[in-house]
């Protein structure tokens, strides 16, 4: 049957976008989590940077006094 035989091809082509999407998702998910884990350890050494900074300038204004 030819209208049988269409909509199995439909089908099939719409499942294979849906794979194609369902990869296309996991593999930015994947990116997003690394790009959040490098954000993130960014973040972390600019607090470092600035307690740093911060008892630094306490240190100098204890000179000056």
């Known amino acids: 049957d030819v209208t049988n035989g269409l909509l199995t091809a ?4 719409i499942q294979d976008q849906m794979d194609g999407l369902d990869k296309t998702i996991e593999e ?3 990116r997003l989590g690394e790009k959040q884990l490098q954000l993130r350890l960014r973040f972390s ?3 470092e940077a600035i307690s740093r900074m911060q ?3 306490t240190r ?6």
């Open 10 to 13: 439909t089908d099939k082509s």
């Open 28 to 30: 930015m998910q994947t």
């Open 45 to 47: 050494r600019m607090e």
């Open 55 to 57: 008892g630094q300038q």
């Open 60 to 65: 100098l204004a204890s000179m000056s006094n």
